[in-house]
């Protein structure tokens, strides 16, 4: 008896002390869950009942600095599913064929999708309206669209390369929405919403709407208007000519704004992924290259602020200098005999400008190219800006300083030396280079604001305004003809560099031809840069190829500006600089033309002698004089009738045959030609006072396919 009470004594205390051991693992394991691991098993149960739909915010507009829509954000559906909700369903297979059907997508990769053990899946982003509305009417297990929006672009390919590109994720990619995301981008929101373990919605439960914060507004600097005459005059060039690049700037230079930039090849945002890459690249920022003549804008800048020369000192040409022992040339080895430092500007005379750089020395020369902008970024809003290439300073030599100060050797990029000539246009003073004036949240407040800012005076006041008359003279009588306007006064450089070889030295055959200059001369108001990157056919040069797009662009613009017209102006408001202007070449001219082309640069006309045609004027075309002067024609001897007297060889460079012997008709001289296509060389050489009835050996080249 006793020692069956002893087993069973026994037996109780093993069955409490199992009982106890098991109570206590309970309690542990309660221990754990709820403290040790609570956190994060409530965090997973919520994501389990929480279902949470992102909200995008809605992208900021884009406008033109006269409020016009040049980016905007629309709505397009976006369809999503929740895994779990379709796998509760067991349709996983068919709700994935009637979506492949639908969004033309593959159906076992949807399978696959749709199956994830994730809490949300996206099915496709921004979908056409009727392919949302065909989804919706399916009320598909699992699958729902929420809104969301993307950026359009009204206007197409006008400005793309400013504005860039925005991707699906809401989130600026390339330009101006690139630069500004954070602004623009907004806060995207999102919905949550609890579900039971049956996957249905709780209507009591957790709803929460955190709502998006839609991005803040772009006014830029860009004008519409502007922008349109600068992409249509660079689409005439890239159809003519055929070039591998082309672009434009058009800037304000009192304010540093950027009124029109344009590349091409183009692209249009709204359908980016048409194009190849290469067309989104924005040749005006990210491409350096030599800028040729343009650049002897700066060296004649540098020149007179240190007073090495003034208008009239002499220069002598014979078609070449030696530096050292290399040898350079004017373009043909064309001598261009004695001239002023006017007429080497003019003439875009290489071994003048050579004789200015070595007389600058190389310290002197460097600090102006880096006070101008050279050799480092402008700061320019917009991603991707190149600082150029400058030669070493430490190992530069007399011949690189020959080199640069003709426009060689350096790269620069377009929105460098724009800013480089438009600081000669304002006074000498650099403004920063902007393409915003103003970021505005959506209740209309002003959040950021670039004003116009001065970043150095870089020549004095007097040097500018001396340049500006120059430049103004080789517009009238220099290699810029072409960009000569009927009624403004207009200032410029002519540029044509060869190529840099992939394999060092330069190109035979490709060359980039470019003009830059500024209007009205007296008081600049456009600063416009054209650049066009191996243009096919000949002539190639920067005054054939882009001096007229530049003609065209600011002409059209000053109109659109309402500028008024020069010739009928009364002086009124413009500065003192309005008091000279330059002579204009009237020799060879009707006497009609020759006082109308005076008149309209509001000087006086005395014409002396008999005859129709101009054969001399007093003062020379070029020359500065005071508004109001007098110039002095005389008239030719020369007798149609009898076909005696003396003429005056005109330039033919660059004419047809056939104009080249209309010319000489009407003087009474006779043509030999040589070849086809474009003059290019003559004997005698323009200038020159032969006979009536003598003959002229003129040279022509083919233009070229």
């Not at 599913?81 to 969004?103: N, R």
């Not at 071994?351 to 310290?363: I, K």
């Not at 000949?538 to 613009?557: C, L």
């Not at 003559?682 to 233009?703: D, H, Y």
């Amino acid at each position: 008896m006793q020692t069956s009470n002893l087993i069973v004594r026994k037996r109780i205390i093993t069955l409490f002390l199992l009982f106890a051991v098991g109570f206590f693992a309970l309690g542990f394991r309660i221990f754990w869950v709820q403290f040790v691991r609570g956190d994060e098993l409530s965090e997973k149960a919520m994501q389990n009942r929480m279902r949470d739909v992102p909200v995008e915010s809605k992208r900021g507009i884009i406008y033109d600095r006269n409020g016009k829509e040049l980016a905007i954000s629309i709505s397009a559906d976006s369809i999503y599913a929740i895994p779990a909700e379709v796998m509760a369903s067991g349709q996983e297979k068919v709700v994935a064929q009637k979506l492949a059907e639908v969004l033309d997508m593959d159906q076992q990769a949807l399978l696959e999708r749709i199956s994830k053990p994730s809490s949300f899946e996206w099915i496709k982003r921004q979908v056409e309206p009727e392919k949302s509305a065909a989804i919706r009417d399916m009320d598909l297990p699992g699958i729902d669209m929420t809104e969301e929006s993307r950026r359009y672009y009204p206007q197409g390919t006008l400005a793309s390369h400013v504005l860039g590109i925005a991707g699906m994720d809401n989130t600026g990619l390339e330009g101006i929405d690139f630069y500004y995301n954070e602004l623009v981008g907004g806060t995207p929101g999102r919905i949550v919403i609890e579900h039971d373990a049956a996957n249905r919605p709780i209507p009591e439960a957790t709803h929460k709407y955190i709502a998006p914060v839609d991005g803040a507004n772009l006014i830029l600097t860009i004008d519409e208007t502007i922008q349109y005459i600068t992409e249509r005059e660079l689409d005439k060039v890239f159809k003519e000519r055929e070039p591998k690049a082309a672009a434009a700037i058009v800037m304000d230079p009192s304010t540093g704004e950027i009124l029109a930039l344009a590349n091409r090849p183009a692209f249009d945002p709204n359908n980016y992924g048409d194009y190849p890459d290469a067309n989104r690249r924005n040749w005006c920022i990210n491409d350096a290259y030599e800028p040729g003549s343009t650049m002897k804008i700066t060296t004649a800048a540098m020149a007179l602020e240190e007073k090495i020369v003034n208008e009239n000192t002499k220069f002598y040409c014979p078609g070449y200098i030696k530096v050292g022992k290399e040898t350079i040339g004017c373009p043909d080895r064309r001598a261009h005999g004695d001239q002023t430092f006017s007429g080497i500007v003019e003439n875009s005379c290489n071994v003048g400008f050579v004789e200015v750089g070595l007389e600058l020395g190389l310290s002197r020369y460097f600090n102006y190219v880096e006070k101008f902008g050279f050799g480092k970024k402008t700061g320019i809003d917009l991603p991707g800006e190149a600082s150029g290439i400058l030669v070493n300073k430490k190992n530069a030599k007399q011949i690189d300083l020959g080199t640069m100060a003709m426009g060689q050797a350096n790269a620069v990029t377009a929105i460098q030396l724009a800013s480089a000539v438009a600081t000669v246009a304002n006074n000498g003073q650099k403004m920063q280079p902007h393409l915003v004036k103003q970021v505005i949240n959506r209740q209309g407040e002003i959040i950021q604001e670039n004003k116009p800012t001065v970043l150095e005076q870089v020549i004095s006041e007097d040097s500018a305004d001396r340049l500006c008359l120059i430049l103004e003279s080789e517009v009238v009588n220099g290699t810029g003809k072409n960009a000569y306007i009927e009624g403004y006064r207009c200032a410029g450089k002519t540029g044509t560099a060869q190529k840099i070889a992939p394999t060092g030295g330069y190109m035979a055959n490709e060359f980039v031809a470019s003009f830059v200059g500024f209007a009205p001369a007296h008081d600049p108001r456009l600063v416009c840069l054209v650049v066009v990157d191996a243009p096919k056919g000949y002539p190639y040069y920067g005054g054939w190829v882009a001096a007229p797009a530049f003609r065209e662009i600011i002409k059209d613009s000053l109109r659109y500006l309402e500028e008024p017209i020069y010739e009928n102006g009364d002086g009124e408001g413009h500065s003192e600089k309005q008091e000279q202007v330059v002579t204009p070449d009237v020799v060879n001219l009707p006497l009609s033309e020759a006082i109308s082309a005076i008149g309209q640069r509001m000087l006086q006309v005395k014409v002396e002698g008999d005859g129709e045609i101009v054969w001399q004027q007093t003062p020379v075309a070029g020359s500065k004089i005071n508004k109001g002067s007098q110039v002095i024609i005389h008239m030719s001897p020369y007798d149609q009738e009898s076909n005696q007297g003396e003429v005056t060889v005109p330039d033919l460079q660059g004419k047809s045959m056939k104009e080249v012997a209309s010319i000489l008709a009407k003087l009474g001289l006779h043509l030999i030609p040589e070849g086809y296509g474009l003059a290019y060389e003559q004997t005698p050489e323009a200038g020159k006072v032969i006979s009536a009835g003598s003959s002229l050996r003129v040279k022509f080249q083919p233009i070229g396919e």
